[in-house]
């Protein structure tokens, strides 16, 4: 059963600092990751989709990087900014299976 | 934004009575889904569907129904709802799949 874990759980930095922010799954058998936003008592935003024969995708400040074979992805945000304070998601999916969800990193950006 | 809405954003109920969940999408994607937010759990997944009639178990679909009549709506049943599915509800789309998913806004439901 696919398992995937978010680490820190909650991470607070100063406005600028540049962050990653990391995720693992147990099994390397992805279809694709996506990468999610949550801000408090809303819905999910989606940030990045990473096919499994992907290494990264970019979007502004967001580089999100796939490593199948370790298990792995990162979000890396670059000079973070109070407006990026959020929960960040991360989710697998398998050839036939739906997403499996981490649990989150809480994000505090600090002015 | 992906054009997903649910109705009703928030509902109060008591322990035994049916209540029914709407997801209404206007985006004509094939795959539509159901989880449920738990603090301690994270996101899993209920039901979900992959065309009109189609529809499978997710994780946690005990004591949960779906119903998909039209690619644009997908409704999810608590026969009997109890306290233990007082949660935060939210619908996904994704037009296969293996696409990206969006999610709608959510709707929080307390049973008492």
């Known amino acids: 059963k696919q398992e995937v874990t978010q680490i820190p759980a909650a991470l607070s930095v100063p406005e600028g600092e540049n962050l990653v922010l990391n995720c693992s799954f147990t099994d390397s058998a992805i279809y694709n990751l996506q990468w999610f936003r949550q801000d408090p008592g809303k819905g999910l935003t989606s940030l990045l989709l990473?096919?499994?024969?992907?290494r990264e995708q970019t979007s502004g400040r967001l580089n999100a990087s796939l490593d199948k074979s370790s298990g792995r992805s990162t979000l890396y945000i670059a000079a973070s900014q109070p407006g990026d304070s959020a929960t960040y998601l991360c989710a697998v999916q398998g050839g036939n299976t739906p997403l499996v969800f981490g649990k989150g990193t809480r994000l505090s950006v600090i002015a | 934004d992906a054009g997903i809405t649910q109705s009703p954003r928030h509902k109060v109920t008591e322990t035994g009575t049916p209540v029914t969940l709407r997801c209404h999408q206007t985006?004509?994607?094939?795959?539509m889904y159901w989880y449920r937010q738990d603090p301690g759990h994270g996101l899993r997944l209920i039901h979900y569907s992959y065309g009109v009639k189609d529809t499978d178990k997710g994780e946690v679909s005990d004591g949960y129904s779906v119903s998909r009549s039209k690619t644009e709506d997908f409704l999810l049943t608590l026969e009997s709802a109890t306290s233990s599915q007082t949660s935060v509800y939210f619908c996904?789309?994704?037009?296969?799949?293996?696409?990206?998913?969006?999610f709608g806004p959510g709707t929080r439901l307390t049973v008492l």
């Open positions: 996904a789309i994704s037009g296969l799949g293996g696409n990206e998913q969006f």
């Open positions: 990473i096919q499994s024969s992907q």
């Open positions: 985006e004509n994607h094939r795959y």
